[in-house]
């Protein structure tokens, strides 16, 4: 598969937009032309994991946190990072990150670790977008009107809540003359034709646009479709960092953190808060989130489940009366390359690896 072809297979999924302003993800290093036989997903590359990748004969390294954060200006191999993606391209291997904008997405990671966990029905933390909507309006002869709706609302455009489908349809005549070399389907090259068309508007959130445009341009009779592509002002359905959830009533602190050692394969964990309390509800955020305590707080949650809690943190939480299970940012993010492998298992023809070099800078003795 192409590598383009295969970005734009991802960043359908999980959008570029989504990350925050800070963040640097996408393609950060490689050739879009290339062809991706083989992926290896990881954490994040270091040098270890670009000689494995070498060793596998991997053609493309898809990483949680972005290879490269800092600006940089200069790539030489006196620089490590210089090295590294000098190292990168004398091989052939293009990068690929997905940072906040996997967080954040619907089933990335914070979504997969509630899977992992089997916390059901749960909500968004921190709402910080709502999504993209476009309106499509095209115009079709009247005799092929049907077709092109049945078309868009078997995309998915047209949802209004729980309406699916949902077009506005008014009549009018098209005009057009078909200039030398045009093959058209209705009408005579050098006459000005008239048709009766239908003028069909429907609203369409971004993650199925493309995919919407591609459908609605098959199903249309015309050698060239004419059709408006606008973006609204509406914003559609909410995406935010962390989750929360709601737990049966059998659940204490001690217990939830046993069950968070047995999912997660590990052998300590990090606690703060009185092990006999009884959770209810339950905030969970991967990676680095002890700054949303107070947030979880006010959605009712009994405890957060992050990474990278500090001293005063864990001591104002007390204070609070919340608790806290730190996992560490490694052991809370780690399950991402077996997200991910799921995920690009699903694309033909590329097959997917996950690294096995041990990338936890700490070790518990
Ligand atoms: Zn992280």
């Known amino acids: 598969?192409?590598?383009?072809?295969?970005?734009?297979?991802?960043?359908?999924?999980?959008?570029?937009?989504?990350a925050y302003d800070w963040d640097n993800v996408g393609l950060l290093v490689g050739d879009f032309d290339s062809e991706?036989?083989?992926?290896?997903?990881?954490?994040?590359?270091?040098?270890?994991?670009?000689?494995?990748?070498?060793?596998?004969?991997v053609d493309l390294i898809v990483t949680h946190h972005p290879f490269i954060f800092r600006k940089m200006n200069k790539i030489n191999t006196k620089d490590l990072k210089g090295r590294l993606i000098h190292k990168l391209i004398k091989n052939d291997i293009s990068l690929y990150s997905m940072h906040t904008n996997f967080d954040i997405a619907f089933d990335g990671l914070n979504d997969y670790f509630m899977e992992v966990?089997?916390?059901?029905?749960?909500?968004?933390?921190?709402?910080?977008?709502?999504?993209i909507l476009y309106k499509i309006a095209v115009y079709v002869p009247e005799t092929h009107e049907l077709q092109v709706r049945k078309a868009l609302g078997e995309s998915g455009a047209g949802y209004i809540g729980n309406y699916s489908h949902c077009t506005f349809n008014?009549?009018?005549?098209?005009?057009?003359?078909?200039?030398?070399?045009?093959?058209?389907?209705i009408g005579e090259i050098g006459e000005i034709e008239e048709v009766k068309e239908v003028k069909i508007e429907t609203i369409v959130p971004q993650k199925i646009l493309q995919k919407t445009i591609d459908n609605m341009i098959k199903s249309h009779p015309y050698e060239e479709v004419a059709y408006d592509i606008y973006k609204l002002e509406n914003k559609g359905e909410a995406v935010g960092l962390g989750r929360y959830a709601s737990l049966d009533g059998n659940t204490n602190l001690e217990s939830l953190c046993e069950k968070i050692k047995l999912k997660l394969n590990m052998d300590h964990i990090r606690v703060v808060g009185d092990l006999n309390t009884k959770i209810k509800k339950v905030a969970v955020v991967t990676g680095a989130g002890s700054d949303m305590v107070s947030l979880a707080k006010s959605k009712n949650c009994d405890v957060i489940i992050t990474g990278d809690v500090k001293y005063h943190e864990a001591q104002d939480a007390?204070?609070?009366?919340?608790?806290?299970?730190?996992?560490?940012?490694?052991?809370?993010?780690?399950?991402?390359?077996?997200?991910?492998?799921?995920?690009?298992?699903?694309?033909?023809?590329?097959?997917t690896v996950k690294t096995e070099v041990c990338l936890n800078p700490f070790k518990m003795i």
Do not use: Q
């Open 36 to 57: 991706v036989k083989k992926i290896l997903v990881t954490l994040e590359a270091n040098e270890k994991v670009i000689d494995e990748a070498i060793e596998k004969n």
């Open 117 to 131: 966990m089997g916390f059901e029905d749960s909500k968004i933390l921190d709402v910080t977008n709502r999504e």
């Open 318 to 351: 007390l204070d609070m009366g919340m608790s806290i299970v730190d996992c560490g940012h490694f052991d809370t993010e780690d399950i991402f390359k077996d997200v991910m492998k799921r995920f690009l298992d699903t694309f033909e023809d590329v097959e």
């Open 1 to 18: 598969m192409k590598l383009n072809d295969l970005i734009k297979k991802v960043e359908k999924k999980y959008p570029l937009n989504l």
């Open 170 to 185: 008014s009549k009018g005549i098209g005009t057009f003359k078909p200039e030398e070399d045009a093959n058209p389907f």
